[in-house]
């Protein structure tokens, strides 16, 4: 009887699916979240069991719904894609993200990452990355044993679950995935689109200048044959 009515205590529960926050407080904030978040989906898209979501509230502990963080992007490997309100740890297996991003705004506060330290800390994650764009400051953290520890240097650090590496060694933070190739925003890629659909259109005008060609060639052969047949040789004893 006990234990029905804490189940059915639970079931009462409601587990907020926004905080109320915005997911960025200004247009660098957004375009890194986006950037980051974008470019993980790309990396893991044939993978059915890597789960990338962006500003989704977290909740570790089933029965109690203060306890929760809307982490910028976190990748959860061991759980399926699909779109969720929330990350109910419990009804995923109890699988715990196992990397966080954070990318800062001037709003942040240090007691406000003092706390989402702890709490990624106290729940399990793996790695935790935390980039200020505007000062371009980048801090890593790696768990060793029940801790996340510092990440000494992080200027070319590679991600031991991700594979992604990072480079300080430029005015921002490059990210570069596995292959080698730089993670690339919307724009980006636009102006990729771009030049290949110019590169498609030289290419078919070059095939079309060649089929002119052709074409005239094979006018000017009609005609030395008609003269031929005028002058009473047939073309066809030549060959």
């Known amino acids: 009887m006990v234990s029905q009515l804490e189940s059915e205590k639970k079931s009462t529960i409601i587990y907020p699916e926004s905080d109320g926050k915005p997911m960025a407080d200004n247009t660098k904030q957004f375009r890194w979240i986006t950037l980051i978040h974008g470019n993980l989906s790309w990396l893991f898209a044939n993978d059915e069991m890597v789960f990338v979501a962006g500003d989704l509230l977290w909740y570790p502990v089933e029965g109690n719904p203060k306890i929760t963080q809307a982490p910028d992007v976190m990748v959860i490997f061991g759980v399926p894609k699909g779109d969720r309100g929330s990350y109910k740890q419990w009804e995923e297996d109890n699988i715990v993200p196992q990397v966080v991003f954070e990318i800062l705004s001037p709003s942040n506060t240090q007691k406000e990452m003092n706390k989402k330290l702890l709490f990624y800390n106290r729940h399990g994650v793996e790695e935790y990355y935390i980039y200020d764009p505007d000062k371009h400051q980048l801090s890593g953290f790696l768990r060793s044993g029940e801790d996340l520890d510092v990440i000494d240097s992080m200027d070319n650090w590679e991600s031991p679950r991700l594979g992604i590496r990072f480079d300080m060694s430029g005015e921002e933070l490059q990210l570069y995935l596995p292959n080698g190739e730089i993670f690339q925003g919307i724009e980006q890629i636009k102006e ?48």
């Open 192 to 239: 990729q689109l771009q030049q290949k659909d110019e590169q498609l259109q030289q290419k078919d005008e070059q095939l079309q200048q060649k089929d002119e060609q052709l074409q005239q060639k094979d006018e000017q052969l009609e005609l030395l044959v008609a003269k031929l047949r005028e002058m009473g040789i047939d073309p066809d004893e030549l060959k």
